[in-house]
């Protein structure tokens, strides 16, 4: 298969690429490192393996998406990291919606459109919902994160056409050693200063990123799947039940709790997703088969840390 990635050189969209690549497909990564036009392939991916072919999200990816089997879009600034200041909320949006806006422009444009996009957004479109059990059919919240998301998958549906699904990636906090959220969540735990946020009380999605990947290609092999997709574990916890698991593999405590008036001093208004709740359920893979192989949290642990 050809496969296109828009965002291909993060913690998902790299591991997702090779993983294809290890199979013999044709990985095109969609990158502004390089010259719009220009392709170098990636040492040691074999034939085709990965190539990362250069555009800024202009319209110049039209050449990559026609005739492409599947083209994914993990393109966006990490919502961590900085305070939310307005020129911050912006470029959050622009780093979503404009490279979203592109890439529909290309499906567009092909003389033999994908049969499937799938398009990034987040379980934060549910905003802070306590303990309602949130499927996919859930409404939006009201929050930034989730009028942010209703944006970006407004965006993404216009790449839907006939022969081209479109589905959307509600994505929890995904979990693995070397990258993405869980280093930050651990670290305190390793100096015994571990415990959970707020409340606690709080339902945090996640998934482990081998489900994540594995979801994805589900995704492009299924047909049947389109729309919205809770990118989450089926067996939902509050932070305070993630922080005890957290402290139980890392042979750690878990007793010094973040008050939520010291998180928003020190993280700014990211505390607010930090304590939001959201129970989010991944009905449709379920309902259309898809097997997790990381159900529970302690699963994942312990797959992540072994004996740490």
């Given at each position: 298969m050809k496969l296109v990635i828009a965002g291909?050189?993060?913690f998902l969209g790299n591991a997702l690429a090779w993983t294809w690549a290890e199979e013999g497909h044709d990985v095109r990564v969609l990158t502004r490192s390089l010259q719009p036009g220009q392709t170098r392939h990636e040492p040691g991916t074999g034939s085709p393996g990965?190539?990362?072919?250069?555009?800024?999200?202009?319209?110049?990816?039209?050449?990559?998406v026609d005739g492409a089997d599947a083209v994914i879009n993990l393109a966006g600034e990490s919502i961590a990291g900085k305070r939310w200041s307005p020129a911050r909320t912006q470029a959050l949006r622009d780093s979503r919606i404009v490279p979203t806006h592109a890439l529909v422009a290309a499906i567009g444009a092909a003389a033999a459109p994908p049969p499937v996009f799938?398009?990034?957004?987040?379980?934060?479109?549910?905003?802070?919902?306590?303990?309602?059990r949130l499927a996919e059919s859930a409404e939006p919240g009201e929050d930034f994160l989730a009028h942010l998301c209703v944006e970006w998958e407004g965006e993404a549906q216009k790449g839907a056409r006939p022969g081209t699904r479109v589905v959307l990636l509600r994505t929890g906090i995904v979990l693995e050693k070397a990258g993405g959220a869980l280093p930050e969540l651990a670290r305190p735990f390793r100096f015994f200063a571990g415990g959970h946020i707020g409340s606690g009380r709080q339902f945090m999605p996640w998934v482990h990123r081998h489900d994540w990947i594995e979801m994805v290609r589900w995704i492009v092999d299924t047909p049947a799947v389109s729309g919205p997709v809770n990118v989450t574990a089926p067996h939902p916890v509050t932070n305070a039940e993630f922080?005890?698991?957290?402290?139980?593999?890392?042979h750690r405590p878990a007793l010094m709790p973040v008050p939520r008036a010291v998180l928003k001093i020190v993280a700014g208004e990211i505390a607010d997703a930090l304590?939001?709740?959201?129970c989010a359920l991944p009905c449709v893979a379920l309902d259309k088969g898809y097997h997790f192989r990381y159900p529970e949290i302690e699963i994942a642990l312990r797959g992540i840390y072994g004996d740490a």
């Open positions: 291909g050189t993060g990965i190539s990362r072919v250069g555009w800024t999200a202009d319209g110049a990816a039209a050449p990559e799938i398009s990034a957004s987040g379980a934060g479109y549910y905003g802070d919902r306590g303990n309602e922080a005890r698991a957290l402290g139980h593999a890392l304590l939001a709740s959201q």
